[in-house]
């Protein structure tokens, strides 16, 4: 069972690269997301979507875009990295329904030097 | 808005001993869920338990406890008989009814380490 499979799961960008990090899960999920983890500051969310081809912000969205072309896959883009975008990327999915736990990926660690 | 305060940056025990993460939330919402993760060295987050707000009853389970007080919006979480695979920073989280999109607020994480 893969569950939510994040690809890469290390990255070094450059600053003003672009990249587009993949999220694809298996679990039939309505709901995906994207978070990032910063020390002391936990996760906060990026953008988020409800279904394919909708697509919401959340958080702290400034310098991403997402899209949901299809269920599975929910992909997150950095048009031009910045070093404020070093981060640890989580992407998430859950059931629609809120009495329900999200399942996490492993984590995508990005460095923008 | 929501918001989750874990104010114990870091934890630092002996083997065996009891450590006891604090949780405490804000939210103006009656129905709400609250969520604590898990996320080892290995950094994936492992989900450990769920609770709604109209469910107060505390849940024991192995090792682990978790004591929810709407009183004082606290929703807490005790480890007993600490081992070393428990070192692990540990997320509170909460979701609220009204968001029908089920977006998770994290407290910032208690680092949790155990040593022999």
């Known amino acids: 069972n893969a569950g939510v499979t994040q690809t890469p799961k290390f990255r070094v960008l450059k600053t003003g690269q672009s990249m587009t990090l993949l999220c694809a899960q298996d679990?039939?999920?309505?709901?995906m997301y994207w978070y990032r983890q910063d020390p002391g500051m936990g996760l906060r969310l990026i953008h988020y979507s409800v279904g394919e081809g909708t697509t919401a912000k959340g958080e702290v969205p400034d310098g991403y875009n997402v899209s949901r072309l299809k269920k599975q896959n929910f992909l997150l883009g950095l048009e031009s990295a910045a070093p404020s975008q070093t981060s640890v990327y989580f992407c998430?999915?859950?059931?629609?329904?809120?009495?329900?736990?999200?399942?996490f990926g492993q984590g995508t660690r990005l460095t923008v030097v | 808005a929501q918001k989750v305060t874990q104010a114990q940056t870091e934890i630092s025990v002996v083997e065996k001993e009891d450590v006891t993460l604090d949780c405490v939330y804000e939210?103006?919402?009656?129905?709400?869920?609250l969520f604590w993760y898990k996320q080892p060295p290995s950094g994936e987050l492992v989900f450990l338990i769920r609770?709604?707000?109209?469910?107060?009853q505390n849940e024991i389970s192995g090792r682990y406890s978790w004591n929810f007080q709407k009183s004082t919006s606290s929703f807490n979480f005790t480890i007993t008989a600490s081992q070393v695979v428990d070192s692990a920073v540990y997320f509170c989280a909460l979701s609220v009814l009204t968001d029908s999109w089920g977006k998770l607020q994290f407290g910032a994480g208690t680092q949790v380490v155990v040593t022999p």
């Open positions: 679990m039939n999920h309505e709901y």
């Open positions: 939210t103006r919402d009656t129905t709400y869920y």
């Open positions: 609770r709604n707000s109209f469910d107060e």
């Open positions: 998430a999915s859950r059931i629609q329904g809120l009495n329900t736990e999200a399942f």
